[in-house]
């Protein structure tokens, strides 16, 4: 039996973040990566958006290769979308030199990833109750501080993401008993020394 193959992220570059770098393109993005393939309408619901602006968003993320259609899905007239890949990095040394108008929208895709990262956190918080004890156990929200060279933290950020991919396949069968899809978080970034 052949390992399943760990989906490679896609490496955002000026091009990319030109057709992402918008909120509700992000959530779209992000809505079909975790839920599977969806119509314009589903998604609008899904936000509490209009499906006229979330076709135009999804238009503008399929011109830059994020989603695609889904024909195997459609009935009729009716379109359907997937993503294209199962995750995107991000590295700032691809922006130093990079146009005043790429540099924002940068700033806006960090942020909204940001955004997201608490939009999730708070959401659970805010269910935790509604799942088994197992689960409640099993979760985590930790903060630790180390002292660390450029070089030490880009290796711990390395060596975290190595780890995190180690476990992707290891429940491959999604009704397998207890199995839930989770989301894991890393930040690392300095604090200030004043």
């Not at 393109?25 to 509490?48: D, V």
């Not at 958006?49 to 979330?54: K, L, M, Q, V």
């Not at 135009?56 to 399929?62: C, D, F």
């Not at 409640?136 to 880009?154: F, G, H, I, V, W």
Request: hydrophobic share 35%; net charge negative.
């Amino acid at each position: 039996m052949t390992e399943p193959e760990v989906p490679t992220p896609r490496r955002l570059d000026a091009r990319s973040l030109r057709g992402l770098a918008h909120p509700l393109r992000m959530q779209l993005l992000e809505a079909l990566r975790l839920h599977g393939p969806a119509t314009a309408s589903q998604l609008g619901e899904r936000l509490g958006e209009s499906s006229g602006a979330t076709s135009y968003h999804l238009r503008q993320l399929a011109d830059h290769g994020f989603v695609e259609d889904a024909p195997e899905r459609g009935k009729g007239r009716e379109r359907w979308w997937r993503a294209v890949d199962r995750g995107l990095t991000y590295d700032s040394a691809d922006f130093e030199n990079a146009s005043p108008e790429v540099r924002g929208l940068a700033e806006v895709f960090l942020q909204e990833a940001a955004a997201r990262h608490t939009r999730e956190l708070t959401t659970w918080l805010g269910t935790r109750d509604q799942w088994s004890a197992a689960w409640s156990r099993a979760t985590d929200m930790s903060d630790m501080s180390l002292r660390l060279t450029p070089e030490l933290a880009a290796e711990l950020i390395e060596k975290l993401h190595q780890l995190v991919d180690g476990y992707r396949n290891r429940v491959p069968d999604p009704d397998t008993p207890g199995a839930e899809q989770v989301r894991v978080h890393t930040h690392l970034f300095p604090l200030s020394s004043k």
